[in-house]
């Protein structure tokens, strides 16, 4: 049922296209958009609820539609008919993607309820759907509406460490950690096990872990044999939490030339765990890495750059460290949770009302 009239302002909703665990950025995205509305709304006094895909990984009283199309449809029907019979007036929307939001290009104005839409980057980097571009036309336009960087969630990592796994890596390599889809081939894959022959020439004992997995792997691991390469490389497959936060402690260095994340929150688990980051230079990383302070910029179609950087870290220990630690405190003091918070938290006073 449609929470009940606010004194304070407008009930605030939260809005998820999947908040699982194994999810990916995105569900993480949503599950720290979610936390830190539940924060607002306990603060402001304000009724809060949060409707999502999927089947779990959020709010113990979120209520989750499922997964697949009918899910879809049961979401959006639910969402259309709370504001069709009048939630407008008493609630305030924050979708976490762009798609649920759809739903609004199908109401008429006076019956919508005012709603912010968080935007991520490669959803909207491409040409929008005409209900995509009318429901992103649709949503509330705040004064002074500034970027906010996304965060990492508070909480423990999950499930079991893959202590053999770890015996078989060892420590000192290259890591790189992301979904490997043939669709998706922009996070910089290619092009890091492409600069590995070079680096070979200046560092004959460098190794690199690739974490994750994708229907684009078994291409990937043919690049590194046809390079020469495959006993330099270990893929990993998919990872617990608790087994990836260990990776991150025991590599030398991060690197992900990436042109298509909007914010991507591997640079961030890199830096809590104090290690430097390699990122390409003219990308969404440039506003979490900074390029001789927490990092390197690369050029990512430049394989002989990529590899110059990476020997200079694995050649240098020492300024590797002072790279990272500087990124761990930049993590810590400009990018952590309560950050986040603080940053949304005036864009949902203007949206709920509950200003001042």
């Known amino acids: 049922m449609p929470l009940s009239a606010p004194r304070l302002g407008r009930n605030l909703v939260v809005v998820s296209a999947g908040l699982d665990l194994d999810g990916g950025g995105r569900a993480a995205a949503g599950r720290l958009l979610a936390g830190a509305g539940a924060a607002f709304a306990a603060d402001r006094g304000l009724g809060f609820e949060v409707l999502a895909l999927g089947h779990g990984g959020g709010p113990a009283a979120a209520r989750y539609f499922g997964d697949g199309r ?15 019979q009048g939630e407008g007036r008493s609630a ?34 491409r040409r929008l759907g005409g209900d995509r571009r009318r429901a992103l036309a649709g949503a509330a336009t705040l ?54 022959p070079r680096l070979q020439l200046q560092i004959p004992n460098a190794r690199l872990v690739v974490a994750g997995d994708g229907d684009d792997r078994p291409r990937l691991a043919a690049l590194a044999a046809g390079l020469g390469v495959a006993d330099r490389v270990a893929f990993t497959g998919f990872l617990s939490e608790a087994t990836l936060a260990e990776i991150y402690r025991r590599s030398a260095a991060f690197v992900m030339p990436s042109l298509g994340e909007g914010f991507g929150l591997v640079y961030l688990e890199a830096m809590r765990a104090g290690r430097p980051c390699v990122a390409a230079r003219g990308s969404a990383a440039e506003e979490i890495v900074v390029d001789g302070v927490t990092g390197l910029l690369v050029r990512q179609d430049d394989p002989a750059e990529l590899a110059a950087a ?8 020492e300024h590797a460290r002072r790279l ?32 001042g």
């Open 92 to 125: 305030a929307y924050v979708f976490d993607l762009l798609g649920p939001a759809r739903v609004e290009a199908w109401l008429p104005a006076p019956r919508r309820a005012p709603y912010l839409v968080a935007l991520h980057g490669i959803e909207v980097w």
């Open 143 to 196: 004064a002074g509406t500034p970027v906010v960087p996304l965060a990492l969630e508070e909480r423990p990592a999950e499930g079991a460490i893959d202590a053999l796994l770890l015996r078989r890596l060892g420590e000192g390599f290259l890591l790189i950690v992301g979904r490997m889809a043939a669709a998706e081939r922009y996070k910089g894959h290619d092009q890091v096990i492409a600069a590995l």
């Open 70 to 84: 009918r899910a879809q449809q049961r979401l959006a029907w639910h969402l259309w008919r709370r504001q069709w």
């Open 324 to 355: 990272g630690e500087a990124g761990r405190r930049r993590w810590r003091e400009e990018l952590g949770a309560d950050r986040f918070r603080a940053r949304l938290a005036p864009l949902l006073a203007q949206l709920t009302g509950a200003e």
């Open 310 to 317: 990476l020997a200079g870290l694995l050649a240098r220990p």
